[in-house]
Antibody, heavy 119, light 109 residues
């Protein structure tokens, strides 16, 4: 069965960086894109970007494009999302989510990683 | 960028029908996808391409889309259906292609 398992809680100070991992299993990792979606406390879902594990092509949301890097390691079937220059309003649960076959929606999600930015 | 509008909350008695709307400009020309999110959990896809259900999703969940409104319908509502529901479209004309509605909290009375 398809599973996306993310790394654990992170607590960071403003200005620091965080790198969240998402390990995939149960399917051919290169075949499907991986997206990152975040959810601030009590808020909705915000798409951050997408990466293709096979080609390395990326597409980042304008809001974070200057501070985010998404990467994959096909030898370990793992996707990564690094966010730099953290601000208080980056506090959120970060989800990885697999592209559907037509890449119009997300068919499987990781369990989420809480990133708390606090001084 | 494309905007999706959902009511903040919907309340429904057990056994009744809940209808959650998602408004957008000519949304009927797009495919709409719906996710259920329970507290502390990741979203789960419940309807895709307007009205298709992933395997394992009960047929009590159905969707429709026409004009400026898409609707997720939950029939014979159960206590376990209490959750937030988000609609989502793919807008390939934008640099922000995956657009979510703000979510609707469904309360089972």
């Amino acid at each position: 069965q398809v599973q996306l398992v993310q790394s654990g809680v992170e607590v960071k100070t403003p200005g620091a960086s965080v790198k969240v991992s998402c390990k995939a299993s149960g399917y051919s990792f290169p075949t499907y894109g991986i997206n990152w979606v975040r959810q601030a406390p009590g808020q909705g879902l915000e798409w951050m970007g997408w990466i293709s594990p096979s080609s390395g092509n990326r597409n980042y949301a304008q809001k974070v494009q200057d501070r985010v890097t998404m990467s994959t390691d096909t030898s370990t079937n793992t996707a990564y999302m690094e966010l730099r220059s953290l601000r208080f309003d980056d506090t959120a649960v970060y989800f990885c989510a697999r592209d559907s076959g037509d890449a119009e929606y997300f068919d499987y999600w990781g369990q989420g990683t809480l990133v708390a930015v606090s001084s | 960028s494309y905007v999706l509008t959902q009511p903040p909350s919907v309340s429904v008695a057990p056994g009744q029908t809940a209808r959650i709307t998602c408004g957008g400009n000519n949304i009927g020309s797009k495919s709409v996808h719906w996710y259920q999110q329970k507290p502390g959990q990741a979203p789960v896809l419940v309807v895709y391409h307007d009205s298709d259900r992933p395997s394992g999703i009960p047929d009590r969940f159905s969707g429709s889309n026409s004009g400026n409104t898409a609707t997720l319908t939950i029939s014979r509502v159960e206590a376990g259906d209490e959750a937030d529901y988000f609609c989502q479209v793919w807008d390939n004309s934008s640099d922000h292609p995956y657009v979510f509605g703000a979510g609707t909290q469904v309360t089972v009375l």
